[in-house]
């Protein structure tokens, strides 16, 4: 069973620019959720995305946007990069949106804007 | 509005000592808590989870916590550490918000764990 992937590792963008980052779910899962981990902090729900509909929003400007393929990858994309964007981007894939699911964490990717 | 607090942003312990990591969480509903740990450079792996069946939860690698509502507080313990429990750890409170259950992390707590 193929575990959550996530593209690229690490990326450096300068201020202004979008970025877009990858993951794949694990296999059987329909539900993929995005976290910002800025350094030294917990992580901050950005969306869950469930079925290819969001299913949940944080606290996060429309600049970040996302996608869900019908195979159940999923697309972060942020516009307008600040530098308060430089953080580290989980990605977790769970079996259903229900909370009681185990969510399955991608080892990230860490983004840093210039 | 849910909320977790994560006392100790650094716990250090001997190695076989018993490790206590603390954390209280504010939920206006039932909540879902979890523990999840990260080794550098590495996503979060889940320890365990309470989802209102039995208070007290066991999960991988020896952890347990107990999920004492009269003192919001669900910490978790270990009664012997090994050096292989260096790492970062996590709390988290989900509860459900609008169709879907938005999860809250807790700023962490770094396990040093000496020889």
């Known amino acids: 069973e193929t575990g959550v992937t996530q593209s690229p590792t690490h990326l450096i963008k300068t201020r202004g620019q979008q970025v877009t980052l990858r993951c794949s779910s694990q296999s059987g899962h329909n539900t993929v959720s995005w976290y910002q981990q800025a350094l030294g902090q917990g992580p901050q729900f950005i969306f869950q995305y469930y079925r290819e509909e969001e299913n949940g929003r944080g606290n996060f400007p429309p600049r970040f946007s996302g996608l869900q393929f019908p195979n159940y990858s999923s697309e972060l994309n942020v516009n307008a990069l600040e530098l308060d964007d430089s953080a580290l981007y989980l990605c977790a894939s769970s079996r259903d949106s229900s909370s009681s699911y185990e969510q399955y964490f991608g080892p990230g990717t860490r983004l840093t804007v210039t | 509005a849910q909320s977790v607090t994560q006392l100790g942003s650094h716990v250090s312990v001997s190695e076989g000592a018993l490790v206590l990591l603390r954390c209280n969480y504010s939920s206006s509903v039932p909540p879902y808590l979890f523990w999840y740990v990260q080794y550098p450079n590495q996503g979060l792996q889940l320890l365990l989870k309470?989802?209102?069946?039995?208070?007290l939860v066991k999960g991988i690698n020896g952890f347990e916590a107990e999920f004492k509502k009269s003192e919001t507080s669900f910490h978790l313990t270990k009664p012997s550490a090994h050096m292989s429990d260096a790492a970062e750890y996590f709390c988290?409170?989900?509860?459900?918000?609008?169709?879907?259950?938005?999860?809250?992390f807790g700023r962490g707590t770094s396990l040093i764990v000496h020889p």
């Open positions: 988290a409170v989900s509860g459900p918000s609008g169709g879907s259950y938005i999860p809250t």
């Open positions: 309470y989802t209102s069946a039995a208070t």
